[in-house]
């Protein structure tokens, strides 16, 4: 997936995957009863900062906590901007 944003320092842009729909067990979750995805794949990487270099890179998925970051949209997309050390594991 190409992005044409760069992100400064040490931030990074992720596409969050989608919300489940169904349990394990196959009932179907409404709208209204989603969770918000703690889940993403990284689009862009920043440079990082002076004497430290970013961990994440482009296409790792990665685990972030519920209220991360900052949404927006780009070219009909939903995206989130955070800083790496907002970013708990990566998958």
Same mark, same amino acid.
């Given at each position: +997936?190409?992005?044409n944003? =760069?992100?400064?320092?040490d931030? /990074?842009?992720?596409a $969050?995957?989608?919300a489940?729909?169904?349990?394990?067990? #196959?009932i @179907? @979750?409404? !709208?209204?009863?989603?969770?918000? $995805?703690? =889940? #993403?794949t990284v /689009?862009?990487v920043?440079? #990082?900062k =002076?004497d430290?270099t +970013?961990?994440v &890179?482009i296409g !790792?998925? /990665?685990l972030? #906590?519920k209220?991360s970051?900052?949404?927006? =949209?780009?070219?009909? &997309? !939903?995206?989130?901007i +955070?800083?790496? !050390?907002e970013i708990?594991?990566i998958l």
């Open positions: +997936m190409s992005l944003i =760069k992100p400064i320092s931030r /990074v842009v992720i $969050p995957l989608a489940e729909t169904t349990t394990a067990s #196959g @179907i @979750i409404p !709208d209204t009863a989603k969770e918000k $995805p703690q =889940k #993403g /689009v862009a920043g440079n #990082g =002076k430290y +970013m961990t &890179k !790792d998925t /990665v972030y #906590g209220y970051g900052t949404e927006f =949209k780009y070219e009909g &997309k !939903d995206y989130l +955070m800083r790496e !050390d708990y594991a």
